[in-house]
């Protein structure tokens, strides 16, 4: 009892404070395990508020400087978004123009060859879609590689497809790179010329050929072939350029009947084709008296 | 009763702004210590018995942010606590400026206490981490404290002393 007098009336304060002092000693020395989770079952019931409030602090500030990084990017999204709507619709009008509408959208038929004919000189497929399928004379045929032909006749459930290797069909196309233009005429096998090329032409081996559009019998734009050569004939005035067609005319199994992007009933096209099939008569003719001829272009 | 809830408010919002807040008013990477302030603004005129108790329960308070010095600033601030009660009001004029020197030698001493806790008392880097933290933040905390006892003094004494000297 004395001690204890000694301790608390006589010297309460130095006891106190020796008393704060072991008890935080006794708190640092002890395992790191047991004060981590000492404080964390104190923290879990006091500190809650505050954690709470901290994460409040920091998601303000996370908030705050992604809101910043997201004002800038709205912005910069806004002037992107203002110089491509500019683009597009310079682009409409451009089209409108141009006429592009109307010819840049395609749609294909696909088709299986039916039947080839036996003529030497006349060399045609036919294929199993017809009237019953909206196929109309005139359409243009294609490959999976590029131009291969255009109708002919139309059935209930066929078509006939005259091909580009007859010395009837003259197509009009020019070189894609240097859009020079000639007309392109079958000699044998896969091979053409580009008949009509001036001597100064540029045209070189390797040059793709498409269809021009010209005379509205085949759509411009189609790839035709490929020139593999170029020679210059010295007492001519114009350049021999040799033709390899892209899809292979001897071997069609499937192709594609273009069957979009124009009214092949309405204009010149039908004309011609009419012209053409007259020609064409009259070629067969021919054939049997040994002679071929006629053109379209 | 009420006085002793506003107090134990009071300390709780320190220690909320003291985790929150601080780290956003660093000066010169100096940050001010709050509940040093709350602690010299508590005891300075009190037994040095409830400087003591308060130091402890402030210190436990702060130390309860960092698991692995548990006890450190309960250490500190006791002893702190029982200095500032102790000599502060007996010892200093009643003078603005030598209350702010007292919290600034207060934040020393409380400096020192924790350095060689926290780095296991190592001279070379105590003294190091002495000169390059603490005296700074101890001004920063000094220069805090005058301006918070200075708006204590112009508010009405009813609302932040007691009628009874503990």
Redesign the interface.
């Known amino acids: 009892m004395q001690i204890f007098s000694f301790l608390f009336d006589r010297h309460l304060e130095k006891t106190v404070l020796a008393a704060a002092i072991a008890l935080s000693v006794f708190m640092l020395t002890r395992p790191e395990d047991s004060k981590i989770s000492a404080v964390r079952s104190i923290s879990s019931f006091l500190l809650y508020p505050v954690g709470r409030a901290d994460d409040y602090f920091i998601s303000v500030e996370e908030l705050s400087a992604e809101n910043d990084r997201l004002r800038g990017l709205v912005v910069s999204l806004s002037h992107e978004n203002e110089r491509l709507t500019q683009f597009r619709d310079e682009r409409n009008r451009l089209r409108e123009l141009l006429g592009f509408r109307k010819d840049s959208f395609y749609e294909f038929m696909p088709c299986d060859v039916i039947a080839r004919s036996s003529s030497r000189f006349h060399h045609s497929i036919t294929v199993d879609r017809g009237s019953g399928s909206g196929v109309l004379p005139g359409m243009p045929v294609v490959g999976y590689k590029g131009l291969a032909g255009r109708v002919t006749q139309v059935f209930s459930s066929s078509s006939r497809v005259l091909l580009l290797n007859n010395k009837s069909v003259l197509v009009s196309c020019l070189v894609k790179r240097s859009r020079v233009v000639g007309v392109l005429a079958w000699e044998r096998g896969n091979l053409f010329s580009l008949d009509y090329v001036g001597k100064e032409e540029d045209v070189l081996p390797g040059d793709t050929l498409i269809t021009s559009g010209f005379g509205r019998v085949f759509p411009g734009g189609f790839p035709v072939g490929t020139v593999f050569q170029v020679a210059d004939e010295k007492t001519e005035l114009s350049r021999r350029v040799g033709i390899v067609c892209m899809t292979d005319l001897n071997k069609l199994e499937e192709v594609f009947i273009v069957i979009g992007g124009r009214d092949w009933e309405g204009g010149e096209a039908w004309l011609e084709l009419e012209k053409s099939r007259r020609e064409e008569e009259n070629a067969d003719d021919d054939e049997k008296d040994g002679g071929g001829g006629g053109g379209e272009q | 009763m009420t006085y002793v809830l506003r107090i134990v408010l009071a300390s709780f919002i320190v220690?909320?702004l003291q985790?929150?807040?601080v780290h956003n008013v660093t000066a010169a990477g100096a940050s001010p210590d709050l509940i040093m302030v709350m602690l010299v603004v508590l005891v300075i005129d009190r037994?040095?018995?409830v400087g003591?108790?308060a130091?402890?329960l402030l210190?436990f308070l702060q130390?309860?942010?960092n698991?692995?010095?548990?006890?450190?600033n309960?250490?500190a601030k006791?002893?702190v606590g029982?200095g500032i009660a102790?000599y502060g009001r007996d010892y200093l004029p009643d003078n603005i400026l030598f209350k702010g020197l007292l919290v600034f030698v207060a934040c020393l001493i409380n400096d020192i206490i924790t350095l060689n806790?926290a780095i296991s008392f190592d001279p070379t880097e105590v003294i190091f981490a002495f000169f390059r933290y603490s005296i700074l933040s101890a001004a920063y905390t000094a220069l805090l404290a005058v301006l918070v006892m200075q708006i204590i003094d112009i508010l009405p004494r009813r609302m932040v002393r007691s009628g009874d000297r503990y």
């Open positions: 220690f909320i985790v929150t807040v037994k040095p018995i003591i108790i130091g402890f210190g130390d309860l942010g698991a692995s010095f548990l006890g450190m309960a250490l006791s002893i029982y102790r806790i």
